[in-house]
């Protein structure tokens, strides 16, 4: 066991080191990079203008008249089938502009001019509300016609590039694809598209669209004075500033950011390295009944997150069971959620209940998956148990379960059950916090209670967004180091 | 003397070797002990008698009482929200088991431009908070028609979308899966003048059952706890609530009333939910290590 | 090849999604002709309507024809109402059905707490229910997000005869916005076998109960701890509570109900205690007084049994001060609103209306009084209520002179989270005497806002 922890702070140490390196390095290069990256961003630029200019000049009278009429190019090499559909999208998208995409475009700018009003009847005061715009409306569909532009240009390159190339084949006297061919195609080479669209469908439409929309928000003032049907505006950078900036909310964002980021660490690494040990205790070779010992602690994984950890707030409460059992012993009795400290250690002890089962069974998978041939050589080598534990197993969990934790790492920065559903974010009124943070309110426990309690979606979406900047440094520092984007094709 | 030293030392390894276990059993009794008293507090509860037992250390009798409120109660009508979620977690077992395998098999198998972009993005996106598009996505469905004041089906459709809608992006397991499933098996179909869709549906999906499994134990296990997204698009239609939305109701606004009938129901979504996965353990652990294993 | 495949799995999708969104375009209307009614931000561009007086009472566009039988229409209403109330609202839409025989209603009722039902009516004014109960503090932000409809004249003899508190409860820039029904105010529930002098808050705390704290106060709640504030003389939005320019809170008065609250905490027979564990603790007998809302009665009541006792608020005494002072209670009032929608048949809004008047009028008021001992705010009832025998009733009568309303103005959004954080922070001793002086500046400048 020593070796075992021996070995692990080694890592450990190992681990944050890296990170710190990493860390500096990232600031360092930055600016490089950041020079870099405009750099390639004006070259690809000017590139795809040349690609695009040149093509017009050496294509015939087909692919010139594909950059007016889609689908030219394919009708001059009569593919029919093509052609129209190509045609079809260039009309569609005209006749959605001029109907729809227009108003849109400029109500995503606007984000509605007059709203709802009331009508009132000449001669008594009976009204009636006239709907208006809607300016979370406006801006949805604001966004929807830019992904539809979007969409469009993708399609009205390709159809140029489309016309190019089969005007190239042409004049090497190339046989041209049948529509059936390409048909077929998509059930055979191509089937991963047919695969990744039917996938990405779905995440298109519910994960990005939104995102992009609640991203949007973060520029605006959509709050509780400037509700959606009254209409808000853009503001700019504004949110940002009130709380990062030097006034306002950043003496709140701070805080709740460093405990956020202690939270993630300690949750992460305390189930991790528990798990592990709990792991190795029950595959202990002695140990009667493993499958039953483990049954009992993944049963707290099978049961929903909001029953258990609501089962457990009673339970902790000031006037739950577990006080009223010291109360009948004698003791003092007292409220673990009404003071920061022990309600920041009631939320860590309580996610070790939840969160131990779960390294727990990985790590037993894991153990169980290490080849035995492994340790047979070793055996034969002369290697004695403890060498074995250091050299086989340990490195072996390591390696396998270092993506792991990074994951895990995010997870917890996002960790919104744990800390609602326990202490709701209390307890409030801590020094230096205000607008609704209390002491163990994560970035992600704030945003919900600003949302949901204070209807602040401006504030809610700015720290969202702010959230994410954190997991995105965070894994970028670390994503580096983690094998698996390494050894991705060493398996197969 | 040798000798007798020798069989020192084995009864001292011996003893030791007995500590150990004797120490092994204790700490798992104990850990054992401090994982199930919860749970077994909660069976307990939900079968206190008819006058309740919140905030007591145990019922003053036991009844079945709040196992017939929870089915008869007519303001919160539990038997629908089961039928509810259960409908909503096939479905969606179907769905976002079929986008995970889909995108997880096309990561790990083909090669094509922007496969690491693609990959990226998944990355990306899986770091905003996801709660934080509550709001736009109640929008976007509203202009679709499938939320707000509308029938409760279509709200149900419209859960069904948000929770297998994203589905694709939870693929690195399953991708990891497919990584260790050997290539020289597509390349031999292929051979045999197999399709790749034929590939797919005929040669790796049976070979798949451990991580399809997995994938749809967790394709359903999402809406018996989702309380977040599926409270803010069901609104108080009572009749369209899962489980999930109704007892996180019962606790949090009327605890007094609604103290046993939410352990009663806990309980009742738990039973089935434990008994599936302790069936499927077995492919819980193969899943995730498998894809933890080759990353 | 390969990228032709992919380019007309692309258009297909394209043509796809085109068609989905050209289906649910926006309607952007620009209405050149309506710049003068402009949009309503809070009520606040829409002409005060001045009441029609005499008898033309009926609405020339309600449609109802036959007031006495109904108009032969049929009309689906949904109702929100507080979870414990729902039996009692389905009783009286019978009623209200038996008064209009020709009309064909379908009814839906639906739980919504009373307190939480701004952030699910803005939320989305189309999808809330079209008649909703409320409390008055949450008005303005109602107002604010366009999801009340003003009350026509019709009704204005009915709310005119309410008490004055509930008047002003249910007014917003000289217009109605809502009919009250019920007026509350908070009391101190005591267990009777435990306590019998509650008349100060000194004597609470030092008698011996033989339970663990003599009183509970849920200190989180700055609902509750704004009493004390009140009590030491602070005014918020001036001394009506409806006067968004009159904001003095970093003053002498509020030093002093901090210093009150602070000292508190040092008191062991009185513990902070959340709502939810407060029925448990009367019962178990782990606290023997409560101050708590008029929600918690039917609670409390089952809890105590006939140990039940109600009280006014006991009187407190200042750091430094020779003589005690009645702590004076938040009061609140519920009211029914209609929601604003604008896909609604003004027929239906009109009917909507109607049943919002009557779930509200006298005779339902005289209901709740004694089915759920709800205070009623009709004038008389109100007086009657004084000795009605009801014992609860009588002590928020009482307790009515002891009593600020809630305000109703939309700046209350920011007043119950900075206020409630910086009193608990006060009673938990995290926020020092040094900075309540900042603290408070902060929460009045924001206020002003």
């Known amino acids: 066991m020593t070796a075992f922890f021996h070995s692990l702070f080694a890592k450990i140490a190992g681990w944050c080191k890296k990170f710190g390196q990493n860390f500096l390095a990232f600031f360092r290069n930055l600016p490089q990079n950041l020079k870099k990256l405009c750099l390639n961003i004006g070259r690809g630029i000017r590139d795809w203008f040349l690609r695009y200019i040149k093509i017009f000049r050496e294509g015939d009278l087909g692919v010139r008249m594909s950059y007016l009429v889609m689908g030219s190019g394919a009708f001059a090499r009569k593919q029919i089938a093509k052609g129209i559909a190509y045609l079809a999208i260039e009309l569609l998208f005209i006749f959605y502009m001029i109907f729809n995409g227009a108003g849109a475009i400029r109500g995503f700018f606007t984000l509605g001019t007059s709203f709802t009003y009331d009508l009132h009847f000449v001669g008594t005061d009976e009204t009636v509300p006239v709907a208006g715009d809607d300016s979370m409306l406006c801006l949805l569909f604001g966004v929807v016609a830019i992904l539809v532009i979007a969409g469009f240009l993708v399609m009205y390159f390709s159809n140029i590039r489309s016309a190019s190339e089969a005007y190239e084949n042409s004049i090497v006297g190339r046989k041209l694809p049948t529509f059936k061919d390409d048909l077929r195609a998509l059930f055979d080479n191509k089937f991963y598209v047919v695969l990744l669209f039917v996938a990405l469908i779905g995440v298109i439409a519910f994960t990005v669209l939104p995102l992009i929309f609640m991203i949007l928000i973060a520029f605006t003032n959509y709050d509780r004075d400037h509700t959606a049907t009254g209409g808000f505006d853009w503001v700019g950078f504004q949110n940002f500033g009130s709380l990062v900036g030097t006034t306002g909310l950043s003496t709140t964002f701070f805080p709740v950011l460093g405990w956020t980021l202690l939270w993630a660490l300690c949750a992460t690494f305390l189930n991790y390295f528990l798990g592990v040990a709990l792991a190795l205790l029950i595959n202990k070779k002695d140990i009667k009944g493993q499958k039953i010992w483990r049954t009992f602690f993944v049963l707290t994984i099978a049961i929903p997150q909001f029953v258990s950890l609501l089962l457990m707030r009673q339970l902790l409460g000031e006037f739950g069971p577990i006080m009223e059992l010291v109360r009948q012993a004698g003791g003092n009795a007292v409220n673990l959620f009404n003071n920061k400290h022990t309600a920041r250690l009631i939320v860590i002890l309580v996610n070790l209940w939840v969160g131990i089962p779960y390294s727990m069974l990985i790590t037993s998978g894991i153990l169980m998956n290490i080849p035995a041939d492994l340790y047979e050589s070793a055996r034969i080598d002369g290697a004695g148990k403890l060498t074995m534990f250091r050299k086989i197993t340990l490195p072996y969990i390591m390696f396998v379960t270092g993506p792991y934790l990074i994951t895990q790492f995010i997870g917890n920065i996002n960790n919104f059950n744990i800390i609602y559903l326990l202490t709701g974010g209390g307890p409030f009124g801590q020094a230096g916090l205000s607008d609704g943070a209390g002491g163990t309110s994560l970035l992600v426990t704030w945003l919900y209670s600003m949302t949901l309690d204070s209807q602040n979606y401006k504030l809610a979406s700015t720290l969202g967004i702010l959230t994410f900047v954190v997991s995105a440094v965070v894994s970028l520092l670390t994503y580096r180091h983690s094998s698996a984007s390494k050894n991705e094709e060493d398996f197969q | 003397m040798s000798q007798l030293v020798s069989t020192k030392k084995t009864s001292s390894i011996k003893r030791k070797k007995a500590i150990s276990k004797t120490t092994a059993y204790t700490a798992l009794t104990v850990l054992s002990i401090i994982w199930i008293i919860p749970l077994i507090w909660m069976i307990i509860q939900s079968f206190a008698g008819p006058e309740g037992s919140k905030g007591k250390l145990f019922p003053t009798s036991f009844s079945f009482h709040w196992y017939a409120e929870l089915f008869t109660n007519e303001t919160y009508p539990f038997w629908r929200w089961f039928l509810n979620t259960l409908v909503i977690a096939l479905i969606c077992l179907v769905l976002s088991t079929f986008f995970t395998i889909a995108m997880a098999y096309v990561m790990s198998r083909y090669r094509f431009k922007g496969r690491k972009k693609l990959q990226s993005l998944g990355m990306i996106l899986g770091m905003f908070p996801g709660f934080m598009s509550m709001a736009a996505i109640y929008y976007i469905f509203k202009s679709l028609g499938m939320a707000g004041d509308v029938a409760w089906w279509k709200m149900l459709i419209a859960l069904i979308l948000v929770y297998s809608g994203s589905a694709g992006l939870n693929y690195y397991v399953s991708k990891g899966f497919f990584d260790t499933v050997s290539k020289s098996l597509d390349e031999a179909a292929r051979i045999d003048g197999a399709t790749n869709s034929q590939v797919f549906f005929k040669v790796i999906l049976p070979l798949s059952k451990p991580i399809i499994v997995y994938t749809a134990l967790m394709s359903f296990l999402g809406p018996w706890g989702d309380f977040i997204f599926s409270s803010y698009l069901l609104g108080n239609e009572t009749a369209a609530w899962t489980v999930a939305v109704g007892l996180y109701r019962m606790i949090t606004k009327d605890p007094e009333l609604y103290y046993n009938t939410f352990m009663a129901g806990a309980v009742i979504v738990a039973v089935p939910i434990t008994a599936l996965f302790l069936g499927l353990q077995r492919f819980f652990v193969e899943g995730i290590t498998g894809g933890a294993v080759k990353g | ?449």
């Not at chain 3, 320019?245 to 609250?261: G, H, P």
């Not at chain 3, 002072?325 to 027929?347: A, E, H, I, P, W």
Request: hydrophobic share 35%; charged share 20%; with cysteine.
């Open chain 3, 1 to 449: 090849m390969k990228k032709r495949v992919l380019k007309i799995m692309v258009m297909v999708l394209a043509v796809a999604m085109l068609f989905v969104f050209a289906a649910c375009s926006p309607e952007i209307i620009y209405v050149a002709d309506f710049t003068g009614e402009g949009a309503s931000h809070a009520g606040g561009n829409t002409t005060p309507s001045t009441p029609s007086t005499g008898g033309d009472d009926q609405p020339s566009t309600g449609g109802d024809t036959n007031p006495t039988t109904g108009d032969g229409g049929t009309y689906n209403l949904t109702v929100w109402c507080a979870e414990e109330d729902m039996e009692m609202i389905y009783g009286m839409l019978e009623s209200y059905k038996a008064l209009y025989p020709t009309n064909k209603y379908s009814f839906t009722v639906q739980p919504q707490g009373e307190d939480t039902v701004t952030s699910a009516v803005t939320r989305d004014v189309e999808s809330a229910a079209d008649v909703f109960s409320f409390a008055n503090d949450q008005l303005g932000l109602l107002i604010n997000g366009n999801a009340l409809t003003q009350i026509p004249s019709t009704y204005t003899a009915q709310i005119n005869k309410q008490i004055d508190v509930a008047r002003i409860a249910a007014s917003y820039n000289n217009s109605y916005y809502a009919i009250p029904y019920s007026y509350e105010n908070c009391f101190l529930y005591y267990n009777k076998s435990l306590l019998t002098d509650v008349s100060t808050m000194e004597k609470i705390l030092s008698a011996n109960t033989g339970a663990n704290f003599n009183l509970g106060i849920d200190m989180n709640d700055g609902y509750y701890t704004t009493m004390f504030l009140y009590t030491a003389g602070v005014e918020i939005f001036g001394p009506q509570g409806n006067d968004p320019s009159s904001v003095d809170l970093d003053n002498e008065n509020a030093y002093k109900a901090c210093q009150y609250i602070m000292d508190l905490h040092n008191q062991t027979k009185l513990v902070s205690i959340a709502k939810n564990d407060q029925s448990d603790s009367l019962r178990s007998g782990r606290v023997a007084a409560m101050i708590s809302g008029p929600h918690m009665i039917a609670q409390f009541k089952n809890a105590l049994g006939s140990n039940f006792g109600v009280a006014m608020l006991p009187s407190i005494r200042f750091a430094g001060e020779s003589k005690d002072t009645q702590l004076v209670s938040f009061s609140g009032v519920k009211m029914y609103g209609v929601s604003r929608k604008t896909n609604r048949d003004s027929k239906l809004t009109a009917e909507a209306m109607r049943l919002a008047a009557y779930l509200a009028n006298s005779e339902n008021q005289q209901i709740r009084l004694e089915e759920r001992e709800f205070c009623p705010t009709d004038e008389d009832l109100f007086d009657d209520a004084l000795n009605s025998g009801i014992e609860a009733v009588e002590v928020v009568v009482n307790q009515s002179e002891y009593s600020k309303l809630k305000p109703g103005l939309i700046q209350m959004g920011k007043y119950w989270t900075p206020m409630g954080d910086f009193l608990v922070g006060v009673y938990n001793f995290n926020k020092p005497e040094s900075t309540w002086s900042t603290e408070l500046k902060k929460i009045e400048d924001k206020l002003k806002e």
